[in-house]
């Protein structure tokens, strides 16, 4: 298919060449199924197999002969566009004129369109057909063989010595004074006729000429921009993307230079990862302890107030660890640990691959397009048909046949003046005294009209029959370019599967060929000019298709370089110490309060309705009621001014309320400070109010017995079972300067695996309390590590990263442009179809003129010929005497 695709395209590229020598040979190479068929393939078989290339190969990308054609590519550019390019065309003159070519019908277009495939485009042209269009367009060839058959049947016969009886109504014959001047004012005006088709012809010779310059110079220009690049409009080039992608895709291999640098930096690297999961792991700690508090709190009508308090400041905190300069740096590293681990970055290579193999068919095919126009010997030898030293010359055709139109109408001036003047030299009787004298004719003007009309019978012929050649080209030729100029997205979808392309009929679809049209060929407002928004690929045949700006740029280069802007980012902050950071410090001050302090009665729940309670809320009760309002800790206690809500506030404690319940009866011992009484007996409501206070303090020791509070700790990587706290971690400075951390609770793997641990009341507490050190404890070691490893994270790995992988995508990104392809496409066809066809055309009416005007030659000295060649005859049939013609 690739083959067939830049044979035709070669084919249609290189008609216009042929077309333009004007000889009968090239016709068989120019039916109108391979033209439509040919300029199809130009336009848009460049991009089929590439658009949907998915197997790779390992076959290099760039050729010598890439090379070899490139550097032709700049050395055509030096020599075809020294004058420059007319890029000024009146586009509706241009189109005017290819659809007076044309005329109503494109047919090959209809064809074209109604065709299911390549195989009907024959039958489909055939049945649009005209045949009075036909007949119009041929008109001079069928002209010419009518014209050919009467010469044969009568005037040939009419001038043969032996055959004088085909002159029928032979006599003597006057012509009067002023019918020669009319007939030679007529001969001036068919002299004119040909200076004027004659100077049709040399324009139009010159016209052909640019427009075939133009379209040499736009395609050495889209050539060498295609491969080389160019810088206005910004395109890098294929084999400068190419080579891109063939090293990108080979720093990727496991072992290179490039990715064992990166594994070794990840590795030198893995304690900021440790450090902020096992900050982020504490934290967690923490947050769940308190998300899942016993549920007997709240059936024992006690809120977690420590749990309100602490929620918006554990949550800052977390965000603070989370946009802090550790976890930026550990971002940068994870992002790259993942684009670039032993599985990602095979599939990363395969994706270069896969990307970079439409990248490769797309330039092999322009290249082997216009290769022919960028070989200055060939192609210099082809355009030497058209301006050269050569007899076979384009040049030269016109020339000789403008030359022979002049002489022969130079010829006829001469005929028709000696016709005028020198028609009679005397009478015979001076020669010999006859009684009856007869007129003496000269013997010059038939020979010369015969001679005159002969010739220009065969001049009117050829200039016809080539003349209506070039005539049926140009239709053909007009044709296509009408689809050239008008191509579009909706076009292509038309004529898709006459050319044997499998596109949607759809608007809106997303064949990729469609999508080079509008947005390479012929962009619009909205187009989007770059090959990585166009080109798709998937990973199989049931994945979506993705873009290769998200595969290669989304995926890859915007990503990294997000996680290593925010490390820039967290920089510019100025401080950026995590363990003495407010939020960090307000989290600290929040856990140092005593978490018993911060559980209290729920005064929301209607205490008074309950009969457990509801004599405290008596005037017997009283007492206890001041007192009501208390926490499960034991002594009384002032919150901390951080703590929200609450901070500031005084918390009576259970000694408080023991202390008021003890007016009531006789204290009771207990194991804890929750201690009731035996009540008084002697004052009912008294004793009502005391059995409620002993009810309240019951409620109270009920929290402080619960033995299933969540005190979750970290596994030991020693052994994997044993508990490994935080709290326990201390650092050493090593010779190198770094910190090495001891129980540290990260396993060799780099994961932190949590022990789920329940506790009691008192070692809940304790296990809260502890957490401010914990916090510094983990904080530090982020913030320590960031120093011993920050570096090599936000300068080493960086810089090795983009230079190797980032800067390359950076260059190709956006330099892989497509829409001055739309400029050169629109300057080769207008060049193609607006001078080169319409030169050629030009060229093709001016002889079609030419034989028309030669035709009156042939009438206008036929006539002068008969008349003199009869009264010569007549006059010598008197005398008896025979006269040569």
């Known amino acids: 298919q690739a083959r067939l695709s830049r044979r035709m395209a070669h084919q249609s590229s290189a008609l216009i060449c042929r077309a333009g020598c004007g000889t009968a040979a090239m016709m068989p190479h120019l039916s109108p199924t391979s033209l439509a068929r040919g300029v199809a393939a130009v336009v848009a078989a460049l991009f089929v197999r590439s658009a ?31 004058n420059g390019v007319n890029v000024e065309y009146d586009v509706a003159a241009g189109r005017d004129m290819l659809m007076g070519n044309v005329g109503s019908t494109n047919v090959i277009l209809e064809g074209l369109q109604e065709s299911k495939d390549s195989s009907e485009l024959g039958t489909k042209m055939g049945e649009k057909l005209d045949p009075v269009a036909v007949a119009f367009t041929a008109g001079p060839i069928i002209f010419a063989i009518l014209t050919l058959v009467v010469y044969l049947v009568y005037c040939l016969w009419s001038s043969c010595p032996c055959c004088k009886w085909c002159r029928c109504c032979a006599r003597l014959r006057k012509t009067p004074k002023i019918v020669k001047i009319v007939l030679v004012l007529f001969g001036a005006g068919i002299v004119l006729g040909i200076i004027i088709a004659a100077s049709v012809a040399a324009a139009s010779y010159n016209k052909a000429v640019d427009g075939f310059d133009n379209m040499a ?36 291999d496991y072992d290179s230079e490039f990715m064992v640098g990166v594994r070794d930096l990840i590795d030198e690297t893995a304690a900021i990862s440790e450090s902020v999961q096992l900050a982020s792991s504490t934290l967690a700690l923490l947050r769940d302890a308190f998300s899942n508090m016993p549920v007997e709190i709240g059936n024992q009508h006690h809120k977690c107030q420590f749990c309100e308090s602490l929620a918006p400041v554990l949550d800052e905190t977390i965000r603070a660890l989370d946009s802090g300069i550790g976890s930026a740096l550990d971002g940068a590293r994870q992002e790259v640990k993942s684009q670039l681990n032993a599985e990602a970055s095979a ?48 040049k030269i055709i016109v020339a000789i046949i403008i030359v022979i139109a002049l002489l022969l109408s130079a010829f006829m001036m001469f005929t028709l003046v000696w016709f005028l003047c020198r028609e009679k030299s005397g009478t015979w009787e001076e ?51 009408m689809v050239m100029v008008d191509l579009d997205s909706q076009m292509i979808r038309d004529i898709g599967p006459a050319v ?12 990729m060929v469609v999508d080079i049209i509008d947005n390479c060929l ?169 059995e409620a206070g002993n009810n309240f ?34 650092g050493t400075v090593d010779g190198s300067g770094k910190t090495i951390f001891t129980n540290g609770c990260v396993f060799s793997d780099g994961t932190i695996r949590r022990k789920a641990r329940t506790c009691t009341f008192d070692e809940f507490v304790a296990y809260v309390s502890d957490f401010g050190t914990r916090i510094n404890k983990t904080m530090s070691r982020v913030d320590t590590t960031v120093e011993d490893v920050g570096s090599l994270i936000s300068e080493g790995m960086r810089n090795l990263v983009n230079g190797n992988l980032i800067a390359p995508i950076e260059r190709i990104a956006d330099g892989v442009t497509c829409d001055f392809l739309g400029a050169y496409y629109k300057e080769m066809s207008h060049g193609l179809c607006f001078d080169g066809v319409g030169g050629f055309a030009g060229i093709g009416k001016a002889y079609v003129g030419v034989g028309v005007l030669a035709l009156f030659i042939v009438l206008l000295m036929y006539g002068v010929w008969r008349r003199a060649v009869d009264n010569v005859n007549a006059v010598a049939r008197k005398r008896k005497e025979v006269v040569p013609l």
Not at 54 to 80: C, S
Not at 356 to 370: I, S, W
């Open 347 to 394: 599939n990363l290579q395969k994706n270069f691959r896969d990307a970079g193999a439409p990248l490769a068919e797309v330039k092999t095919m322009m290249r082997d397009t216009f290769s022919f126009f960028t070989d200055t010997d060939k192609f210099l030898q082809l355009r030497g048909h058209l301006e050269g030293d050569g007899p076979q010359t384009m």
């Open 522 to 690: 012929v962009p619009g407002p909205n187009s989007i000019p770059t090959l990585f928004d166009i080109i798709k690929l998937k990973d199989n045949d049931t994945a979506p298709e993705k873009t290769l700006r998200t595969i290669i740029v989304n995926q890859v280069k915007d990503q990294i370089n997000g996680a290593f802007d925010e490390i820039d980012t967290q920089l510019s902050t100025g401080d950026t110490k995590l363990a003495t950071s407010v939020e960090v410090q307000k989290l600290i001050e929040v856990v140092s309060t005593p978490v018993d302090m911060l559980i209290f009665v729920d005064e929301v729940y209607t205490w008074g309705s309950n009969a457990d309670f509801q004599a405290m809320f008596t005037p017997a009760g009283q007492d206890l009621e001041q007192v009501f309002v208390s926490s499960v800790r034991c002594p009384d206690g002032t919150v901390g001014d951080s703590v929200p809500t609450v901070g500031g506030k005084n918390i009576s404690g259970i000694d408080t309320f023991v202390n008021a319940l003890k007016g009531y009866g006789t204290e009771e011992p207990h194991g804890s400070c929750a201690r009731t009484v035996t009540c008084d007996t002697a004052v009912e409501s008294r004793r009502l109010a005391c």
């Open 52 to 82: 949907y290339a998915q197997e790779t190969t390992a076959e290099p990308w760039i050729t010598q002969e890439d090379k070899d054609v490139a550097a032709d590519a700049r050395h055509a550019v030096d020599t075809y566009c020294v």
């Open 500 to 511: 044997g392309l499998n596109i949607s009929s759809e608007p809106g679809s997303n064949d």
């Open 431 to 481: 020669r010999d005294g006859e009684v009856n004298p007869l007129p003496k004719f000269s013997k010059v003007t038939h020979r010369c009209a015969c001679c005159n009309w002969c010739c220009a019978f065969y001049f009117m012929l050829l200039a016809l029959i080539i003349g209506g050649l070039m005539g049926v080209v140009s239709w053909a030729l007009s044709s296509v370019c």
């Open 217 to 252: 110079c736009t395609a050495a220009k889209l050539l060498n921009s295609t491969l080389g690049g160019q810088e206005e409009p910004y395109f890098i080039g294929m084999m400068p993307v190419l080579e891109e992608f063939r090293t990108i895709e080979n720093e990727l």
């Open 697 to 730: 303090i019951i409620a109270k020791r009920a929290i402080r017995s619960i033995t299933t509070f969540q005190c979750d700790v970290f596994l030991s990587p020693l052994d994997g079972v044993s508990d490994c706290d935080p709290l326990d971690m201390f």
